[in-house]
DNA sequence: CGTTGCAATGCAACTAGGTGCATATCTAGA
DNA sequence: TCTAGATATGCACCTAGTTGCATTGCAACG
């Protein structure tokens, strides 16, 4: 029920094809809800046929054809009425965690090694998030409306990503002590 | 293809039915990886059919009969297989953070309520997992196998919580402070 | 004695999401 | 010229997860 939505947010801020509209659930809006193509283009579909958007036939030189969609009125109320409707809280689902429950019956090295993997990859996000905190919102005290909207959301990346990263490196830290004395 | 997993650990610390794993599911390994009872029932039939697991009738009196699952030795090994393999990273996916670019469309005042009604969970959640944190683990320094690798599962919640709240104090900060100077 | 509620298991139907494959146009480089 | 790669759209199939409903046994409450 949530793809439409972010699927019409993306396309408030600016029309799009599905294709461009892949490549911003590759970044950005997609950071905070992965799509892959083939959700986008079958869910553009029902769209249309429900009327929220509306779709423009444009050639283009050099390129395929695209078809670019807009939010129609329909579309916009159906933002506004999604908005005014509670939303379920975040929910973590993490498989390394469970994974983690079970570390006493596998290969403990194997475990370390996969969770400082994790430990980087979050680092590496956290290090893009943050460089778009930098690049895009150099001064946020001044911010309004939609970039504050845009930033605050970048925050949100920042902090969890920050906590993800901290925790494997707790984990890690433990895990290593462990090994070190097996026979505490 | 995690559920299987994650039941296998459950049922790995201790055997029990599908009601019995319902249970947990809404607790402690829950936090982690959510599955209604539905999908707990089809799938413990579906690794009987596999032979990860061994069932067994107990009639119980008082109570219906119940059907204790135990975990086979193809099933300790499948755990072991799937632990030592790679797995994917933890991904947010964030309704309110989608909602939160599309505020500028909406009721600012609602769009607060929410996030502080989403702090508020988050808030609740992070209390119940610092008194399990002082109730199971008074003392982690001492902590060795199983029982640190679940204090350290219990750590990433505390962790994460801490981050929602503190993201969605952020948020509702920056939104008042918005609504106070909407001209800004 | 009827109702509510917990314990316990399950089917049927649906929605959401992922994987693999197919296809067409044009550009740039080997 | 052949090939690789970006742009662009889509079908078919499969797995995962949700919702709604149904059943049985017993206990406790009024």
Redesign the interface.
Known sequence: M?LE??I??SL??RAGSGYELTRRFDKS?G????ATHQQIYRVLKRMDEAGWVHVEHVPQDGKPDKKVYTVTPDG?AE??R???E??????????????????????LA??IA?VE??GA??AERLALYEAMERRDFPDPD?L???A???F??L???V??E???V??CD??SA??RR?RGN?D?
Chains 1, 2 share one sequence.
């Not at 950071?31 to 992965?34: K, L, P």
């Not at 509670?86 to 596998?106: N, T």
């Open positions: 949530a939505h972010a019409l947010v408030t801020e809006i950071f905070f809800w992965r916009a933002i506004e999604w908005v005014g509670p939303s379920a809280p975040l929910e973590l689902r993490d498989e390394l965690a469970v994974k983690l429950r079970a570390a006493a019956h596998g290969d194997a475990m996969e993997r994790h990859h979050h001044r309004t409306g939609s504050l909207h845009q605050l959301v925050r949100g990346g902090s969890a920050r906590g993800f901290a925790w707790e984990v433990a895990l462990e097996p505490d």
